[in-house]
């Protein structure tokens, strides 16, 4: 009889899972063997996504198996596009099932809010290794919720930015945010002052329309654009996504979930994992957009790290 399942709470994953940077070599791995497809040994579907229409609510359902992690985990994630009804949560949920890939018995339940922040934040910093100008001094983050926090850790962290800037819809809260983080971060009033001469700018945002527009950004600047995760969102508009060179994390899934790439009939460049692989070029001295919808693989690795720093009771 196998034994029962173990828990693990936020705090719990947070203080086995560690900073951002922990999972940045294991992610690079892991994008690395997705785009070399079923040579890579990892298997993932395009996540199952269930609306909730009485509550503008979504149920996402992510799972994936890495051959070289020994990783079998499936991911539940809601996420919501207003205001919920009373007691208010966040807008994206998420809950991680870990498993013993060689009898299938589940091996932990684990909170999957800490690991979804900090494996996205970590494949933006990434994308920004490989595709940022050589010279780049400022950060611009719009949204202030909990991923503009993951990416501001791991952000400055890797790099070296002189000038941060943060934009959010309800300026309330990029206060607080700038009141919160360690370091100087400068308000901005509209998303054209925050963005313009930025040579980094991270969207983190709730919006289903554009509002990061191609005519105030920089030339050679780089995007990553991580909110409007539905094919009838977007935060980006045509000039700017017609002017850059287009990255995501998976081409299956930006042609099936990403309204960036759906709506302006962008066309997409290559997939992250590729340039980590060496297949396909970095063009860091053009205009580059790297649209990240968040893989299955990524939490199965994150969630394989905080089990086996669990057992190893560190």
């Given at each position: 009889?196998?034994?029962?399942?173990?828990f693990?709470?936020?705090?719990?994953?947070?203080?086995?899972?560690?900073?951002?940077?922990?999972?940045?070599?294991?992610?690079?791995?892991?994008?690395?063997?997705?785009?070399?497809?079923?040579?890579?040994?990892?298997?993932?579907?395009?996540?199952?996504?269930?609306?909730?229409?009485?509550?503008?609510?979504?149920?996402?359902?992510?799972?994936?198996?890495?051959?070289?992690?020994d990783?079998?985990?499936?991911?539940?994630?809601?996420?919501?596009?207003?205001?919920?009804?009373?007691?208010?949560?966040?807008?994206?949920?998420?809950?991680?099932?870990?498993?013993?890939?060689?009898?299938g018995?589940?091996l932990?339940?684990?909170?999957?809010?800490?690991?979804?922040?900090?494996?996205?934040?970590?494949?933006?910093?990434?994308?920004?290794?490989?595709?940022?100008?050589?010279?780049?001094?400022?950060?611009?983050?719009?949204?202030?919720?909990?991923?503009?926090?993951?990416?501001?850790?791991?952000?400055?962290?890797?790099?070296?930015?002189?000038?941060?800037?943060?934009?959010?819809?309800?300026?309330?809260?990029?206060?607080?945010?700038?009141d919160?983080?360690?370091?100087?971060?400068?308000?901005?009033?509209?998303?054209?002052?925050?963005?313009t001469?930025?040579?980094?700018?991270?969207?983190?945002?709730?919006?289903?329309?554009?509002?990061?527009?191609?005519?105030?950004?920089?030339?050679?600047?780089?995007?990553?654009?991580?909110?409007?995760?539905?094919?009838?969102?977007?935060?980006?508009?045509?000039?700017?996504?017609?002017?850059?060179?287009?990255?995501?994390?998976?081409?299956?899934?930006?042609?099936?979930?990403?309204?960036?790439?759906?709506?302006?009939?962008?066309?997409?460049?290559?997939?992250?994992?590729?340039?980590?692989?060496?297949?396909?070029?970095?063009?860091?001295?053009?205009?580059?957009?790297?649209?990240?919808?968040?893989m299955?693989?990524?939490?199965?690795?994150?969630?394989?790290?905080?089990?086996?720093?669990?057992?190893?009771?560190?």
């Open positions: 009889m196998s034994a029962a399942p173990v693990l709470s936020a705090a719990e994953v947070q203080r086995h899972l560690g900073g951002c940077s922990r999972l940045l070599a294991p992610l690079e791995a892991a994008l690395a063997n997705f785009s070399s497809g079923h040579a890579g040994g990892v298997a993932q579907p395009v996540r199952t996504v269930v609306p909730v229409a009485r509550h503008r609510g979504f149920l996402g359902v992510m799972p994936a198996y890495s051959a070289a992690e990783a079998l985990a499936t991911k539940l994630v809601t996420f919501y596009e207003g205001p919920r009804a009373a007691p208010a949560g966040p807008s994206h949920q998420a809950t991680v099932l870990l498993l013993e890939p060689s009898t018995a589940l932990a339940v684990m909170d999957g809010n800490v690991i979804t922040a900090k494996r996205t934040a970590a494949v933006s910093a990434i994308a920004t290794k490989f595709l940022k100008p050589p010279s780049s001094e400022v950060l611009c983050i719009l949204g202030a919720g909990v991923q503009a926090y993951s990416h501001y850790e791991v952000f400055t962290e890797q790099f070296s930015f002189k000038e941060v800037r943060i934009w959010n819809r309800t300026k309330e809260n990029a206060k607080k945010f700038a919160t983080v360690a370091g100087e971060v400068q308000v901005c009033s509209s998303v054209q002052e925050a963005v001469g930025a040579d980094v700018i991270i969207t983190v945002t709730m919006a289903t329309g554009p509002i990061l527009f191609g005519e105030w950004v920089k030339p050679g600047a780089h995007i990553n654009a991580v909110g409007a995760s539905r094919p009838d969102w977007r935060e980006l508009d045509d000039q700017l996504l017609a002017g850059a060179v287009l990255y995501v994390d998976s081409r299956e899934a930006a042609l099936k979930e990403s309204g960036d790439v759906l709506l302006s009939g962008a066309e997409i460049f290559a997939e992250l994992g590729e340039v980590v692989a060496g297949v396909k070029p970095a063009l860091c001295e053009k205009t580059t957009v790297f649209k990240s919808l968040g299955a693989v990524e939490d199965a690795v994150a969630a394989k790290l905080v089990y086996d720093s669990w057992s190893s009771g560190k």
